[in-house]
C-alpha cells in the first residue's frame, strides 16, 4: 500500500492560486490512479479531481473545471493540484488518494470508497 504526505495548503484571499503536492511512498506509482478530494466545513467529502496512470488522463469534478489542474510526476513519486481562481467555496482539506487501476477500464471511479490509500490531509482557506 502507498503512503501519502500532502503539503502546500495555506491562507489565500479570492483569486489566488495554491499548489498542493502529494508524495508517495511505499511502492512505486506504477499502475495507480491517483486523485484529489476535499471535505469543506459541515460537508460530506467530495472527489476534486483524478489522473489515470497509464494515459495520464485527467478527470475534474464541475467545480474544478477550468479553474484546477492535476499533474502527476512519477518519477518524483508526486502528484500536483495546481488550483487558480480560489474562490471562498473551494476552502476545504484536501485530500490526496491512491488506487490500484482496473486493466482496460475506460472509468474513473470518483467515490472514495474505491481508493484504498488517503493522505492525512492539507487546509486550504480561501478569504473573501
Known amino acids: 500500500q502507498v503512503q501519502l504526505v500532502e503539503s502546500g495548503g495555506g491562507l489565500v484571499q479570492t483569486g489566488g492560486s495554491l499548489r498542493l503536492s502529494c508524495s508517495a511512498s511505499?511502492?512505486?506509482?506504477?499502475?495507480?490512479?491517483m486523485a484529489w478530494f476535499r471535505q469543506p466545513p459541515r460537508k460530506e467529502r467530495e472527489f476534486v479531481a483524478g489522473i489515470r496512470w497509464r494515459d495520464e488522463n485527467p478527470f475534474y469534478a464541475n467545480s474544478a473545471k477550468g479553474r484546477f489542474t492535476i499533474s502527476r510526476d512519477n518519477a518524483k513519486y508526486t502528484v500536483y493540484l495546481q488550483m487558480n481562481s480560489l474562490v471562498p467555496e473551494d476552502t476545504a482539506v484536501y485530500y490526496c488518494a491512491a488506487r490500484l487501476e482496473e486493466p482496460g477500464t475506460k472509468i474513473f471511479r470518483t467515490d472514495d470508497r474505491a481508493f484504498a490509500s488517503w493522505g492525512q490531509g492539507t487546509q486550504v482557506t480561501v478569504s473573501s
Open positions: 511505499g511502492r512505486s506509482l506504477g499502475g495507480v490512479a
